[in-house]
């Protein structure tokens, strides 16, 4: 049998100098600074589905525009409820809308822009959205836009 080539962990392990024997066989893991970078991201993810499925829900009119007044900003509410009363979510009448995927790029520490794809019927559909984080309220929903 061929013996295969060495891992990149095997290759650094086997770099350290001769009689050096701390760390071998040991990778360093994320720094704390890393891991919370990624506690971050997680957090935002975890509010820029909750949101999205919320705001999906409100758009089919399974639930009242009153209830994002929780997670979203003053213009936001204003345009879904714009939306919802002219009847003009995109499909709306291919039936209910189902997100498929949420993406959260993090602008800074109180930023992130989000993207989403979510299907109606056969058909796919697409948003974009901007969650911004203050002291006060934590996590908001403070743009939207529909295609």
Known sequence: MDELPPSPR???CRARPAG???GVGRIAGPSA???AIFEVNSATKLFAD???RLTLEVLDH???VAQLAAVAEPPVLSAVRTLVRADLVPG???GAAV????DVIMVDAAAAEVCAAYDRGGR???LAARITRTRAKGWRLSALRLF
């Open 10 to 12: 095997e290759r650094m």
């Open 20 to 22: 050096d024997s701390a």
């Open 33 to 35: 600074a890393e891991t």
């Open 50 to 52: 909750r949101t999205l």
């Open 62 to 64: 399974r639930r009242p």
């Open 92 to 94: 709306r009448t291919l």
């Open 99 to 102: 997100l498929t995927r949420v």
């Open 124 to 126: 796919h559909f697409a």
